[in-house]
């Protein structure tokens, strides 16, 4: 919590991973848990909070998608650039004690902090079911390195470019009636986090999801990632909430904040 | 053995969550509340929506923390629900802290946040990170700090805070100008400085707005001082904000002349709850040293 301020690292390597997502790897120990985020700065063009896709022994990584003129400047950033952040921060996904089979559920770049739960929980053993919806084959994010890493990677798509043309929830619901899993977790957009919850309740399984907001400070102190009607902060209290307390929020999957605090809708 | 009266007001605690933290929207500011704030001070609210500066808005060092947020709020009308849903379930009263660039929109939104019927207004004039139309904070000069109380004085009978920088020669001055304009109270200091961080790796300013206003432990002694000349220039109540961590801290404070004390970075250092925990410290000296109310301890440090 008090690794703040920036910490600036040269880039030690850079990964594609689709048409517009790209991994960057620092160098440095966080001793961060999946799940968890870090602020990362970009001198000249900003900060913004982002999950974290991994850490190992070589360091840690982010997967940074081109939508905004921030993530657009990173993802120009090639090895031995300079890259500023600080964290980790945030809470983490928690696996199940003695856990079998768990379920993931991404959609878009929301797959970045599961690719990382994905790889500690088959560290430990545990079977990972890994479903991952995109608009289309090009922006499918961590296949293969989930395949890799001993995961079952189900794809589907919104026009059918690779696996069935469907939506992630619509898989997972195969999975839970075929399958005995002991806890679902899921990052994406909200609708389809909110599908993703409702099928996991319906089930009587366990879900965690990571949930996004407007963040400014990242330390608990600006106050504009407070959501309704807990008046929680999502910085401190997030990103990771269980599946049952994201549904208890009223804000969850209808509106969220923009920079100045005024509601916005979705 | 905790309570205190500010201009009228009541708080059952003097720990009172200072403008610019976790007040963003009602449901934080009720979150803050229950974690024993004994009042809640609203972001600073202005006529018209700011998406204040781009990020990096905040940055930690050592002794502190500089911040350049910007004064982003969604305008008066907007924040309107907000305040109304803090003041109708936080139990505790609520401040509305607001800010505008000329006097007669000081008015415009001090006549629309008083449809929430807050229990006081605070008026910032100092702060360190807008450029007014004046090319600094109102709270510099003390005739125009004197025509702006006057002004929110004349469309609304709540009562009125004046926030003050401590960037004067004189503060106890700007106090004694603004209690002429009519104000109840008096909420010292805002942030000092400004001050800057730069990244030597990057060769950077931290913050995008290059520079920000200095608080935490840092800016302690500075804001006791400010206290002090301003008890010494009037007796008007004064909520005592800067560096204030601990039950000790705020004592400090009230000895200088405080009734209540804001908190904001200590959030940052404590935790939420650190209401909690300086109430039950500020407590314990008490019982220590045989005080038996807050007044009691108030500005005992001039008798010295």
């Not at chain 2, 969604?74 to 109708?88: N, W």
């Not at chain 2, 003390?142 to 109380?149: A, K, L, R």
């Not at chain 2, 209540?260 to 000296?285: C, H, N, T």
């Amino acid at each position: 919590m008090k690794n703040n301020p920036f910490i600036v690292e040269k880039i030690t390597k850079v990964i594609t991973e689709s048409e517009d997502s790209k991994t960057f790897v620092l160098p440095g120990k966080l001793n961060s848990k999946p799940g968890q985020f870090v602020m990362l700065w970009l001198p000249g063009a900003g900060e913004k909070p982002i999950s974290l896709s991994g850490e190992t022994e070589d360091g840690f990584s982010v997967t940074v998608c081109a939508v905004g003129p921030f993530s657009k400047a990173v993802n120009k950033l090639t090895s031995g650039d300079k890259l500023g952040f600080c964290g980790p921060f945030g809470t983490h996904f928690k696996l199940p004690k003695d856990a079998k089979a768990i379920c993931l559920v991404g959609g878009g770049y929301g797959s970045a902090p599961l690719a990382y739960l994905a790889e500690v929980a088959i560290d430990q053993g545990v079977k990972v079911f890994f479903i991952e919806g995109a608009r289309s084959k090009t922006r499918l994010l961590f296949t293969k390195r989930m395949r890799e890493a001993g995961a079952e990677v189900l794809t589907c798509t919104d026009d059918g470019s690779e696996g069935p043309k469907c939506y992630s929830p619509d898989v997972l619901k195969t999975v839970l009636e075929t399958h005995k899993i002991d806890k679902v977790f899921t990052c994406g957009p909200e609708i389809m986090m909110k599908k993703v919850i409702e099928l996991a309740e319906a089930h009587k399984i366990p879900s965690e999801v990571s949930m996004e907001r407007h963040m400014k400070c990242g330390i608990g102190l600006c106050g504009q990632c407070a959501v309704d009607d807990l008046g929680i902060c999502l910085c401190q209290e997030g990103p990771i909430i269980s599946g049952k307390l994201a549904l208890s929020l009223k804000e969850f999957g209808e509106y969220s904040r923009d920079s100045t605090g005024k509601k916005i809708k979705g | 053995m905790l309570s205190t009266i500010l201009a009228g007001v009541k708080l059952q605690n003097p720990t009172v969550l200072a403008s610019g933290i976790r007040g963003v929207t009602g449901s934080s500011l009720v979150y803050m509340a229950k974690q024993g704030a004994g009042a809640l001070t609203t972001k600073s609210i202005s006529l018209k929506e700011r998406k204040g500066h781009p990020t990096p808005v905040m940055a930690t060092y050592e002794q502190g923390i500089i911040n350049a947020v910007g004064l982003s709020n969604p305008g008066a009308e907007e924040a309107l629900p907000e305040i109304e849903y803090a003041v109708a379930k936080s139990q505790v009263p609520v401040i509305t802290s607001i800010f505008a660039s000329t006097i007669t929109e000081f008015g415009k939104v001090a006549e629309i946040v008083a449809k929430a019927n807050p229990a006081a207004i605070e008026v910032n004039i100092s702060c360190p990170n807008v450029e007014d139309e004046f090319g600094r904070p109102f709270a510099c000069d003390p005739g125009i700090s004197t025509v702006v109380i006057q002004k929110i004085k004349k469309v609304t009978s709540l009562p009125v805070f004046a926030k003050l920088t401590p960037n004067v020669n004189n503060i106890g001055e700007i106090a004694m100008a603004a209690e002429k304009g009519g104000a109840d109270g008096i909420t010292a200091i805002n942030t000092a400085g400004p001050g800057m961080i730069i990244d030597i790796e990057s060769a950077t300013p931290v913050l995008s707005n290059k520079v920000g206003g200095i608080s935490g432990p840092a800016i302690k002694p500075l804001a006791v001082r400010c206290v002090y000349d301003i008890h010494k220039a009037t007796k008007l109540p004064i909520i005592g904000t800067g560096g204030v961590n601990s039950g000790r801290d705020a004592v400090e404070m009230i000895m200088a002349g405080a009734s209540a004390v804001g908190l904001g970075s200590a959030v940052y250092y404590r935790g939420p709850d650190v209401f909690k925990q300086v109430s039950s410290e500020i407590e314990e000296f008490m019982l220590k040293e045989g005080y038996k109310s807050i007044e009691e301890m108030r500005g005992v440090a001039h008798e010295k």
